[in-house]
């Protein structure tokens, strides 16, 4: 098969590992960058250019696409879904997966467990956004953080407001949490490929921080998930159209608890910790569902 993965970046260790994967598997491998595709629309004919040239031969992608390019890399997918090319992400799993507050949306009818949380686009009634969430301490976060940036835990009612009407006042977009004082530092990454967890690894801040994520020193070690871990995962995954997800989850006293799927999962830290070779159950993924 030739296998395209569509990455800004040929070095990043996810794109690296995903090409070795392929290549040892007997594929032809490529990376395209989404930006750089040109997007030809007519009538009866969807095709791309890259580079001057017209992309043929495909016959299956992976797309890897930075949530600061969403809009862009999900129309080349849609392209590529468009030319009967099969995805390993359907473009319309990926815009979905990419706004926070429907994903959470639709998680929360599923009946799957999160923080409580509250979303507002006003600075008025700020006391009853922080009641609703039950009380301070709150975590504030800004939806286009990542990487624990934009982050923010506030420890009195008197904070939490001030800092949420900053954020109002600059028009930040921002969802207010209740705090999992429990899960103590610490968080689980699922990793989900093709209705299977295939990797799950804990992640614990460092000292006296409540972020877990290993931007911010974080240290990720190798968990076994419980049987109720696992199906929030794999609910989510499923319930948002996700192939290839990581799921991150707070352990709480009431069980696990989603923050967030990711879309576009970076493979270093995962693999690191579990020792799991990931890529391959990725490109075995694409094998299974090349010709349907
Ligand atoms: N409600 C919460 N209660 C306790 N800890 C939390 C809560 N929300 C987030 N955290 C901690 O902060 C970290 C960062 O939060 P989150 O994953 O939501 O933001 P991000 O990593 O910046 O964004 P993204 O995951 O979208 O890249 C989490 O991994 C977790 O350790
Ligand atoms: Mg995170």
Redesign the pocket.
Known sequence: MKIAILSRNAKLYSTRRLMEAGEQRGHEMVVLDHLKCVLVIEQGRPHIFYSDKEIKGVDAVIPRIG?SVTFYGTAVVRQFEMMKIFTAVESQALVRSRD?LRSLQILARAGIGM?K?AFASTPKDIDNIIKQVGGAP??I??LE???????I?TETHKAAKSVIEAFLELDANILV?????E?K???IRAFVVDGQVVGAMR?Q?LEGE????L??G?KATLIQLTPEEKATALLSAKKLGLAIAGV?M?QSDRGP?V??V?SSPGLEGIEGATKVDIASKIIEYVERNEFQ
Request: aromatic share 4%.
């Open positions: 949530s926070k923080p949380t709150v975590v976060k800004l953080g990542t990487q624990g940036i934009g982050v835990l949490q209740e705090f999992i004082k899960s530092g610490a968080d992640r801040a409540f972020r877990s994520n931007h911010r974080g991150d707070l608890l923050m967030e990711n």
